[in-house]
């Protein structure tokens, strides 16, 4: 069973929108998130995180939030650029299990020019 | 600062050799993370040292695979004998301490396994 969940499997957005990509999660002891981003041929890269004490997290045009009664997170990208285009993972982690990750299946943004 | 280094970047063998995949991970860092990528089952851990120590091999998937980390500096995934269906790729990723501090990833080894 997949505790994280992303089910949108691609999303394609024009340059200079907003991408907005989603996750889902079902294990209620996750107490802290990431978003890694992924380019062919090259590992993932952490992008931003958030702690559940909080409900939103910003660097730069990415922000996550956090919604855990609905156990929901999601990133925002504003504005959009070609160079986003990856695979986008959104991964969560519990104090309990030294903070190991579990990651859902991964989007893959198109950032159209 | 360099980066967690992985190598071979690409690995090409037949079922049942013996594959050896290292990784060195970033100087500093005191957790080690080996993953597995693969279309069906996405990034899933095999396994994760603290200190050099295995903490957690839950996620290995069979006796073929063993994993090592002899000093602060150097890790190994070995599987023996090789199967098509190890065919993945792997990475592996580093950490300094607990907490909020995000894992690094290595760009991994592509392994085929024919």
């Known amino acids: 069973d997949q505790q994280v969940k992303q089910n949108s499997p691609s999303l394609s957005v024009q340059e200079g929108r907003i991408s907005i990509l989603n996750c889902d999660y079902t294990?209620?002891?996750?107490?802290?998130f990431l978003w890694y981003k992924k380019y062919p041929a090259e590992g993932p890269t952490f992008l931003i995180s958030i702690s559940s004490i909080k409900d939103k997290n910003e660097d730069g045009r990415f922000t996550v939030f956090l919604n855990k009664s609905a156990k929901h997170l999601s990133l925002h990208i504003v504005p959009s650029q070609p160079g986003d285009s990856a695979v986008y993972f959104c991964a969560a982690s519990e104090i309990y299990s030294n903070y190991k990750l579990t990651f859902g299946k991964g989007t893959l943004l198109t950032v159209n020019p | 600062d360099a980066g967690v280094i992985q190598s071979p970047r690409h690995e090409v063998t037949e079922m049942g050799q013996e594959v050896t995949l290292r990784c060195k991970p970033i100087?500093?860092?005191?957790?080690l993370f080996w993953y597995r990528q693969t279309m069906m089952r996405g990034l899933e851990l095999l396994i994760y040292?603290?200190?050099?120590?295995?903490?957690?091999d839950s996620g290995m998937p069979e006796d073929r695979f063993s994993a090592k980390m002899p000093n602060a500096s150097f890790s190994t995934l070995k599987i023996q004998p090789s199967e098509p269906r190890d065919s993945a790729v792997y990475f592996c990723?580093?950490?300094?301490?607990?907490?909020?501090?995000?894992?690094?990833f290595g760009d991994g080894t592509r392994l085929s396994i024919l």
């Open positions: 990723a580093s950490r300094r301490g607990q907490g909020g501090q995000p894992q690094h």
């Open positions: 294990n209620s002891m996750f107490d802290y």
């Open positions: 040292f603290n200190n050099n120590v295995p903490i957690d």
């Open positions: 100087s500093g860092h005191d957790y």
